[in-house]
């Protein structure tokens, strides 16, 4: 490793061996990122998620980040989310992942839509060796929120299904997608999982729920409170 100090910058320069592998050097790089960072300035969040996808793919937070971006490919969440650091009216896609999806995706528990997959070798995804086994479920859960989302979208009018600060009732805010993902989790929860044309029959007035009372970290309310409104009975 060699490094030069130019004016105020200190730069770090990496000699592999020749033989080494383009996915090592990759892994290399990201391990000393954040090795550097966790005693320097921290990096952000979204971008140690990013990162996260190089050295743990198999973990709950990488999991739900190629969710996410899945999520953000197609369905009715499509190109919603932040991309880059300039994209200011987007959800926030560090968000959404660590307090809506992640949870949703563990590979545990009543509330986690592993428990629903069926897949011949779902317990093997544990054992972190089968990459494929790994976007089989990325794909499974993508469609699951993707079908729950969409129903939610089809009682909105269209003009409410935006994050534009402009538009008075917006919908696509960090907090009601956050708190839809946790009204699916109540749904795996209680065992009522259904396709699409259920959700949409059960939520044909969620247009008047009331958005406007749920603030910031409120979401898991909100989502137990939609849980009760629309699913319980």
């Given amino acids: 490793m060699l490094q030069q100090i130019t004016g ?23 391990t000393l990122f954040l090795e550097i960072n966790a005693t320097q300035t921290n990096a952000k969040s979204d971008l140690k998620q990013a990162i996260s996808l190089l050295l743990d793919p ?10 996410v971006n899945r999520l953000n490919e197609g369905g009715s969440l499509a190109d919603r989310f932040e991309r880059f650091f300039f994209d200011k009216a987007k959800l926030k896609t560090t968000s959404v992942v ?13 509330d986690s839509l ?19 086994l790994l976007q089989e479920y990325i794909k499974f859960c993508a469609k699951e929120i993707n079908f729950f989302i969409a ?21 696509l805010t960090t907090t009601n997608i956050n708190g839809f993902i946790n009204c699916l989790r109540q749904i ?6 259904h396709a699409i044309q259920y959700y949409k029959s059960r939520m044909k007035d969620i247009d008047k729920f009331p958005f406007k009372n749920y603030r910031s970290s409120q979401y898991v309310r909100m989502g137990e409170d939609m849980y009760m409104r629309y699913f319980a009975k």
Avoid: C, M
């Fill in 151 to 171: 129903a939610v979208k089809d009682g909105i009018p269209n003009e409410r299904w935006t994050s534009d600060k402009k538009q008075k009732d917006r919908i």
């Fill in 188 to 193: 795996v929860e209680h065992d009522k999982t």
């Fill in 8 to 30: 105020n910058l200190l730069v770090t320069g990496i000699i592999y061996p020749p033989a080494i592998k383009t996915e090592d050097k990759t892994k290399f790089e990201a």
């Fill in 58 to 67: 198999f973990s709950n937070v990488s999991v739900a980040k190629n969710i």
């Fill in 114 to 132: 592993f428990r629903v997959w069926d897949h011949a070798e779902k317990d093997d995804l544990g054992k972190e060796n089968n990459p494929q």
């Fill in 98 to 110: 660590s307090y809506g999806v992640r949870p949703l995706v563990k590979l545990q528990g009543n």
